[in-house]
């Protein structure tokens, strides 16, 4: 399980200065946060959906959850399937898969081959890693490319490449940034399975997209974002109720239209 404690991470960034004074034309810094007080917890065999707009503060979010950033403020807690707190920064990032939307691979070793060597980082043994590999061949319908070279896949094949090293050690909570972004059909239809799957198996899966057919269809709850704060929380039958709406794809809309915003 991984529970969100009042969360915030903010950033410095450089604005022009107001046409009416004097220093016109230079630059000053401020601060901004992009992320502002989240909480929220993803249970065991849950798949939780994190939505919101471009710079809402999704991805910012996902790096703080995957811990490759550090909040200004509060918490973020891994809890193992005992209850039991994970402390140690190392074996919290043991219990975590993340994918990134700017993740680069080895493109001169296959699969199989980039595999083996993280799965040797991972102190895993031959035949366990021989084991794990052939369940991620499987799930991820890898067969016939598995033992080609990375450079010369296709962009769905490169992703499911890229999603199949972050479950080479079998973590328990899966994190992915846009997951299906760009993809065929029978490439996103292997990943969402996958999903599924891993739920099934308890895992806990957490994942910002921009299809909202695929969160409404996917996910038990949704979390939404904007302007780095929580806007909305529930399943997509809740925030359906609660908008008036009959989709996912109306609800995002009257959600971030409330807030003053776009869906763009």
């Not at 940034?177 to 490439?187: K, W």
């Amino acid at each position: 399980m991984i529970r969100v404690d009042n969360i915030s991470k903010k950033f410095i960034r450089n604005i022009k200065s107001d046409s009416s004074k004097k220093a016109f034309g230079k630059k000053t810094k401020e601060e901004f946060y992009a992320v502002n007080g989240v909480s929220f917890e993803a249970k065991e065999g849950e798949i939780l959906g994190i939505l919101g707009p471009n710079g809402a503060g999704k991805t910012t979010l996902l790096r703080m959850l995957a811990s490759l950033m550090t909040p200004n403020d509060g918490e973020v807690e891994i809890y193992k399937a005992d209850g039991t707190l994970i402390e140690d920064p190392v074996d919290k990032k043991k219990y975590i898969g993340y994918l990134s939307g700017n993740t680069k691979l080895y493109n001169r070793f296959s699969t199989r081959e980039m595999l083996k060597i993280l799965a040797n980082v991972y102190g895993m043994s031959g035949e366990e890693t021989n084991k794990r590999i052939g369940f991620i061949e499987e799930v991820l319908e890898m067969q016939n490319f598995i033992d080609n070279r990375i450079e010369k896949l296709s962009t769905g094949q490169t992703q499911r490449a890229n999603i199949a090293r972050c479950l080479i050690h079998s973590p328990e909570i899966y994190i992915f940034d846009e997951p299906t972004l760009g993809l065929d059909v029978i490439s996103s239809d292997a990943i969402v399975n996958f999903m599924k799957k891993e739920k099934e198996n308890g895992k806990t899966v957490l994942y910002s997209t921009h299809y909202m057919e695929e969160a409404q269809y996917l996910c038990d709850h949704i979390f939404m974002i904007y302007k780095g704060k929580r806007i909305a929380y529930g399943t997509p039958a809740e925030l359906m109720e609660a908008t008036g709406t009959d989709n996912l794809r109306d609800t995002f809309k009257a959600l971030v239209n409330k807030e003053g915003g776009s869906d763009e």
